[in-house]
């Protein structure tokens, strides 16, 4: 291998611009690979978590394999390394393995599976450059610090993210997408080409690189190292979960707790030193004042709730990584810290998503979480007076420490036995005991035991103490992979909330008023209109299949003589609607129905083709719309399991998106007729109702025209030609988000 002698003002950039392709291809296929697994592994939060896993374990092989290339002299190393690349190259161009996964198919098991086998070789190839081209510049720069670049790397990975949401989903199909990440990775083998020839020359021996000059870390120093990247990982997932279960699975909102995340770090390595001290010394406050808030919850304004946990996880994270950064070890040592910093990332997501749905029913890894990051963050006194307060030896520390806990315990116990515990039903003497708690947190940054202690106190009283007695109550909250279940109710009303939203209301008492239907699915509203419709366009033995069973409602339309089936993903929601006995639409109504358990767009891939007069597709969870069941793909899927003159009934209720276009563009490219009905309950009613949108299609237009003439309601779907059919390999939401038309 040739070599040659750079300039040093153009070996910085080579290795620079090197590292920021390198990062930014790295990170550009992690949204894109979990965008391209949607229409076979569904579009749970859950699957992002998982893929997640994949990627940092799949980091840590890559940070693991560059620590062990420096047993062996640097041009070896860039042998092998450019083999490597080589040999990854086989896997191009970059895509899943073409194979047919069981409808039942559980994520947790097949993510890992279908990722690993897929991009592993790659993604492995292209992570290890980080580490190893900042050893390879400090060997050819002849000692210049090499930490800087690696902000210059997680920037790149930052752009990558973005750029996937932003330009990459919209502007190209899956195919023009894994084209251009293919040219990408081969113009980032050429670059470390070149960075290999700047090398010193020497023999490709396997010599060991001269052993290290500085003394080598201890023990507690590593173990400082895997914690401070432990909590920032965890947090990002616990953030990341939150968010797409409240709006939608989809890589825009994927990619932000991830991209701060990442520039956390691009902050707390660059060279200029200000924002990174001055955002780490504001960290206590913003993790005192958010962190209880958001343990709490403020209900009805998940935007407010996303925007704060993402700023907690960006100051956190900011904080956590600044301090490793002030802990580094020298040049020499670099590789063993990034091991060490890629094992606390990947033990930080196993915990948070595997290891936490296991153990809790509950996310009490976010505020065990928040605590921690709390207890790890630099301390520092906000203002000269504070510093004052605590001067002294430091038996008077421990006494102001004491005195601390008291206090706490005493605000605690008044919130509590208060007439309500929590951000939202605390009366006015439980708010100024918030106050009160804030300030005192206030007042101990600085002092790490008695800061601890009053961000404790914080999160148990404005939402911990909450939630812990909910999860006393037998059967009121229940935790899958799917997310966090809850079954709140008085003696009068029950309701089935997943995240933020309501996806069941029963009436109790009588069982005429347990048979009620309500919320989204009354008789007025478009499916129980069309429920109510079915004897007369299909005859008593209608075949009926839902997408989604919630708490079992839709059951209490059937009939005799009607063959019903429900798809559902979720084991531990059918076990809430049917075993329980929490709900009893189904006992009532509908007792002991087929349960499909899996995907409902892979369980009805095999059903026979008009195996079914009328589907309703409300599949959601929280108030997120998985992506994968509204495109082309899909709705052609429902078109061959229904008959010609079949309906299929869609509910595209939501906060957030306004999902119309989108199946009205699919309608138009599949030929189906279609109409909406928008359902808005009058103050009268006794039985719970929400404003309800649902679309009715069919193949045939008589059938509509038929539901149509039932009520003057239903309207013709608006049209808009600019908008692009969603598919499995062209989607994107930017145009649907109501908050930014």
């Given amino acids: 291998m040739a070599s040659f002698a750079m300039p040093a003002r153009f070996a910085r950039p080579l290795f620079v611009a090197t590292i920021l392709a390198g990062s930014f291809l790295l990170f550009l296929v992690q949204p894109m690979v979990a965008r391209m697994a949607l229409p076979r592994l569904g579009g749970a939060p859950a699957v992002w978590n998982s893929a997640m896993l994949v990627y940092q374990a799949l980091l840590l092989g890559g940070y693991a394999y560059a620590h062990w290339l420096g047993r062996v002299t640097p041009r070896l190393q860039a042998a092998i390394h450019l083999a490597v690349l080589l040999i990854a190259a086989l896997w191009l161009p970059i895509g899943l393995m073409a194979m047919q996964l069981p409808a039942n198919a559980q994520p947790a098991i097949w993510v890992p599976w279908l990722l690993g086998a897929s991009i592993g070789p790659l993604f492995f190839a292209v992570s290890a450059q980080a580490p190893l081209l900042q050893r390879w510049f ?29 330009i990459v989903e919209p502007g190209l199909a899956i195919r023009g997408q894994s084209a251009l990440w293919t040219g990408g990775y081969v113009l980032v083998a050429i670059l470390v080409a070149i960075c290999a020839m700047t090398l010193p020359r020497m023999k490709l021996t396997v010599a060991a690189e001269p052993a290290p000059a500085s003394p080598a870390p201890s023990r507690k120093r590593v173990a400082h190292w895997i914690a401070l990247a432990f909590v920032p990982s965890g947090l990002m997932l616990a953030t990341s979960t939150y968010i797409t279960t409240d709006v939608v699975a989809m890589p825009l909102l994927w990619v932000l707790p991830l991209g701060l995340y990442l520039l956390s770090f691009t902050i707390a390595f660059a060279t200029r030193r200000g924002p990174a001290d001055l ?36 100051m956190a994270a900011v904080a956590l990584h ?76 421990r006494i102001m420490t004491l005195g601390v806990t008291l206090v706490m315990a005493v605000l605690i116990l008044a919130v509590l036995n208060g007439p309500g515990a929590g951000m939202e039903d605390a009366g006015p003497i439980q708010g100024i005991v918030f106050v009160a708690m804030v300030a005192i947190g206030l007042v101990t940054i600085g002092v790490r035991t008695a800061f601890v202690i009053a961000l404790a106190g914080a999160l148990v009283v404005f939402g911990g103490y909450r939630s812990i007695m909910l999860s006393l109550e037998p059967g009121a909250r229940t935790r899958s992979y799917f997310g966090v279940y809850t079954v709140r109710g008085d003696s009068q009303v029950r309701q ?27 008789p007025g509203s478009g499916v129980g209109q069309a429920m109510q419709a079915v004897p007369a366009l ?13 708490a079992g409602t839709l059951a209490c339309y059937a009939r005799p003589g009607q063959s019903w089936r429900f798809y559902e993903i979720d084991p531990a929601v059918v076990r809430i609607a049917r075993d329980t006995g929490q709900f009893s639409f189904l006992r009532h109504c509908l007792p002991n129905p087929p349960i499909e358990i899996g995907d409902a767009r892979l369980n009805l891939a095999v059903e026979p083709t008009g195996s079914l007069d009328l589907l309703a597709l409300d599949a959601f969870s929280s108030d997120a719309v998985p992506m994968h069941l509204m495109t082309r793909e899909a709705f052609a899927t429902y078109g061959r399991v229904l008959t010609h003159d079949g309906v299929l009934l869609v509910h595209i209720s939501n906060k957030f998106l306004d999902l119309e276009p989108v199946v009205s563009a699919a309608a138009k490219a599949e030929g189906w007729s279609a109409a909406k009905l928008v359902y808005y309950p009058g103050p009268e009613v006794e039985a719970p109702r929400a404003v309800s949108f649902w679309i009715a299609m069919s193949h045939d237009p008589a059938r509509l025209a038929a539901l149509k003439a039932r009520d003057a309601q239903w309207q013709p779907l608006n049209r808009y030609p600019g908008f692009t059919p969603w598919s499995d390999d062209y989607s994107t939401i930017l145009p649907l988000v109501k908050a930014l038309r």
Avoid: C
């Fill in 138 to 166: 400090s060997i050819s720069s002849k000692g210049q610090d090499p930490y800087a670049l690696y902000a210059a790397s997680n920037f790149g990975s930052f752009a990558g993210l973005l750029a996937y949401p932003l």
């Fill in 279 to 314: 955002l780490t010394r504001l960290a206590p406050a913003v993790i005192l004042l958010i962190g209880g808030i958001l343990v709490g919850g403020l209900q009805g304004k998940p935007w407010l709730n996303a925007g704060l946990a993402l700023l907690l996880l960006f």
């Fill in 322 to 397: 600044t301090a490793m950064y002030r802990i580094r070890p020298e040049p020499d040592r670099l590789t063993g810290f990034y091991l060490a910093m890629s094992v606390g990332g990947v033990l930080g997501g196993v915990f948070a998503a595997l290891i936490a749905p296991l153990l809790f029913d509950w996310t009490y890894e976010y505020p065990i979480l928040v605590l921690a990051a709390g207890a790890l963050a630099p301390q520092g006194f906000l203002i000269p007076e504070i510093a004052l307060l605590w001067a002294g030896d430091a038996q008077r520390r």
């Fill in 496 to 522: 089935l909330q997943h995240g933020t939203t309501v996806h069941g209301t029963q009436l109790l008492g009588t069982e005429a008023r347990e048979r009620t239907p309500t919320a989204y699915y009354v």
């Fill in 538 to 550: 299909f005859g008593d033995h209608a075949r009926i299949g839902v997408v989604g069973l919630g």
